[in-house]
């Protein structure tokens, strides 16, 4: 999928929405994550070849402005290619309903991106993530979309996701 269809997707099935997602576990039942056009700048990791804030960057791709192939020679460009491959992974989770657990942050020893909870799919010998975060509404937040090794949450105690309802 390439960048501009990403984006014009995501508007129209996430951008202003809000889902409440309930799981088996006790302290988390239910939690709410809201969805903003401009965590895309994030979760494709367009600030790493970029300065330009989200609030530019993602008008600039809807008006054409910003040509993803003009970062070719930065060295994160494969890594913000990886993460646009990724796209459909957060449509699997939210509408599909494909993933079917996730992690919730105090189960995680190593937590430097202070996530809260993290949904992910093995593939192969890696795996899918997406990260939220809460923020200070108590409401969570997509923040990150990558591959990582499947190791890495091998060990890690899994929560369940029963349902979720789009609010």
């Not at 951008?15 to 576990?25: A, H, L, M, R």
């Not at 402005?65 to 460009?77: G, Q, S, T």
């Amino acid at each position: 999928m390439e960048l501009l269809d990403c984006v014009l997707d995501y508007q129209e099935k996430f951008d202003g929405k809000t889902c409440q997602v309930s799981t088996n576990y006790k302290y988390l039942e239910t939690f709410e994550v809201d969805f903003c056009l401009t965590d895309l700048h994030h979760l494709f990791g367009l600030h790493k070849i970029t300065r330009d804030y989200a609030s530019q960057t993602i008008p600039d791709i809807q008006a054409g402005v910003f040509i993803l192939e003009e970062y070719k020679n930065n060295p994160m460009y494969n890594d913000v290619i990886e993460r646009i491959s990724l796209y459909s992974f957060i449509g699997d989770i939210f509408y599909s309903k494909i993933t079917s657990c996730c992690i919730v942050a105090k189960d995680l020893s190593k937590n430097t991106m202070k996530l809260d909870v993290i949904f992910f799919e093995d593939r192969n010998k890696r795996s899918a993530i997406l990260g939220l975060r809460r923020d200070k509404r108590g409401v969570f937040k997509p923040v990150t979309l990558h591959f990582t090794s499947a190791k890495k949450y091998a060990k890690v105690r899994k929560t369940d996701v029963k349902a979720i309802k789009w609010l």
